[in-house]
């Protein structure tokens, strides 16, 4: 029979069942297993040590649907090696369970592909390092509630004490305590007549297993332990594993349990159900209020800090007094403020100054953020949060250090937040077209595709779950927070996902569905998914042997995007930002070029205004009140304001007229002149600071003023003042006292001050915090596969033993070849003309060592031509640095 017709050996190793893997299934472990790839493994031997490293198991672990995870949880339960019916009979149990025979293939397959199970379906292996951190033991107990094997538990025990166990569960004694051993695990292992033996226990003793049976499978027992108790001790039913400690057998609580090793075993994700259902337009035009809202939300912000926004704290951060002012300056409270100047923070849009008087400030990209239309402006806020890993809801919070969390603040990256935020996106994408969820359901979802983060760890094996002190379980947390700020952020309305959000989130819309009430397109399993009707994946091209076993979609839960599908990468977010800002643009109002002007010193402005018209209204007028439509009211203090940034009386008045639809009440015509015909009549400058002003009536006024006593003035001439505080002190008590100064410089010219003269110096958006190494993307993919495939062809390539070698030193040892200079140039020079191929031993530039296969092409001054197997390429390699040559051996049919 030729080599091709020869059955496929089972593999005896990890590195084996890799190697037997064609590309498609080793860029699917590197896909779901980005730690891998970094840096690339030199053969599929270190890519197999890597995985089974404790660091890289325990991620992968974390990755895991709760029905995978209790699928590796059974597997560490079962023996090394299982066979695929002793795995399924641990979840399924002794009476079957049709969802679990469907849902099992599919996670057998994704344990496979993500390395964490090796071999065929009848000699099934758990990787050792996540058997070590799944097994039951007396300090890490298994989330299965068993405990250890007979053979575990009897390992310290007398073999007289084996034996009269033995006798005592009616069985023939033997030579040796293996074989006893071994009898009693067939009689605990044996349905019928393990059914028999408990039949001769009373009633009471079956009670004591039956409170054991689920765990924790440990007791306490006297020195003189009760009749019930003896006669389970006796038979091996509980046995000893300390002074006053029982333990009841892995085989006995099995039997107890009809076979499963899980109370209650979740094949199908919980669906996420609907609260409420709206119209689609009732859901899009309640979200795009809410994004219009944001824009003005964020603009008012930051024209808040125009002049110069709050001090930086020494530990970095805003200060809850600040954030209580920007909260009573927002009119919001202040965790919906923490959100805002988080999300404007994310978006680049305010950083630190930099100056040694820190402080917050707009940046210069939040002048070019102004100029783009609304829609546009509004998706830049949104892919912000999208990708932001700081998160506004732990504002207020403590860290491990038990400090204050503060906004703007360290310590508020969570590097789930992008993932979670997605995830709950995509959930409400896959309800019906203007239903919102309820948020319980969301919760209970995301603790089933990720059960190890929301418990914080793997149960026996440490913590791996959030920082410390996060207390509630964060992904909860963050689910809640992601639908509360995609409403204020207008991604969805009325709880339910809008158009526009969508499209944001490049997710189709769902089709109608019958039979069931607000359905959830997203409730099939990962495991489910890979393995339907029609897949395609890369799991598909995996070599998997149970073909026999298909995994039937379950009716009610139809394929749905995987939880773990990787973010867009920056083009496609782009793109799904702009058709996003299409939808959204139609939606939002018409910016107004007019305000309507009333004799109450009030403008109305019965929509948004183009940005001119609001910018100069800004400066004019203050704020009253919001809403549909913005109050804005003109005071003595606003018009200087204008007169301070340049304006004259004329300029204000032709601009009034120019922008309201009703004539220019009398009341606001005489303000505006008066406050000019005052305006500048005094001049402040730098002395330390100084007034001057033409009527020296006005200065002797200032003087007998008892409120110019802080200001230090005392008289220099006629018609000027000095005094001890600075210009921008002497200014702000001079209007405090109801003139109406003006600042000049030191050659006499008015200053004028404008709104938006304070800019940080440009900066960069915050880079979000990684969760771990990022998705390879598939050139970086192909290349690794191509780089690990090279070095294994090098390391596994038989070869003949050089001179001095023992027989198996040369047949892939993995050691480079040794041979002295000579002896290298002349196998070179004999391979050029035979055209054989060689194994060599490399070391680059930089010192590293690798082995590859070459076949000669000619050699010449002091280098070798060649084309490299490895690199699929023709290569020149210097003659010095190969340590050593030897002949690949002949291939054996």
Known sequence: MSTEEKPAAA??????????????????LLRSRPDLVTPVPTDLTQLATRAGTRASVVRALERLDRFTMQTAQALAVAADPAPYDELLGLLAGDGGDPAVSAALPGAVRTLREQALVWGDDDRLRLVRTARELLSPSPQHPSPTGLGPTVREATAGMSPGRIQEIVTAAGLPSTHDSVSAVAALTGLFTHRARMAALLAEVPPESVEVLERLVWGPPYGQITAEPAARLRRLLDRGLLLPTAPGTVVLPREVALHLRGGRAHRTTEPVPPPVEAAATHRPQVVDATAAGQAYTALATVEELLKDWDEGGPAVLRSGGLSMRDLKRTAAALDVTEPVAAFWVELAYAAGLVASDGEADERYAATPAYDTWLERPAAERWTTLAAAWLAATRTPGLVGGRDAKDHTLAALGPGLDRSAAPEVRRRVLALLAGLPEGAAPDSGSVSERLRWERPLRSAGGTGGSGS?????????DLRSRLARWTLTEAEMLGITGRGALSAHGRVLLASPAPKARAGRKAPDSESKSPSESASGPGSTGPGDRLP?????????????FPASPSPTSAAPTPAEQAAASSSAARLLAPLLPEPLDHVLLQADLTAVA????QRPLADMLGVLADVESKGGATVYRFTPGSVRRALDAGRAAADLHAFLAAHS???????????????????????VGAASAYVRCDDDAVLNEILADKRAAGLGLRRLAPTVLAAQADPAGLLEGLRRMGFAPAAESAEGDVLITRADARRTPPRTAPEPVPEGPPVPDETLLTAAIRAVRAGDLAATTPRRATAGETGDAGAGSGALPRTGAAETLATVQAAVLTGEALWIGYVNAEGAASQRVIAPVRVEGGFVTAYDHTADEVRTYPLHRITGVAELADDEN
């Open 11 to 28: 593999p005896r190793s990890l590195a084996e069942a890799l190697r037997a893997r064609d590309d498609a299934g080793l860029a699917a």
């Open 464 to 472: 791996t779950g959030g920082g410390a002190g996060e207390g509630d």
């Open 544 to 556: 998997v042997h149970h073909h026999h076993r298909p995994s039937v979609p379950h009716p009610d």
């Open 606 to 609: 019965p929509g948004p205004l």
């Open 661 to 683: 639809r009703t004539p220019v009440p009398q009341p606001l015509a005489y303000l505006i002149d008066d406050v000019a015909r005052r305006h500048g009549h005094l001049r």
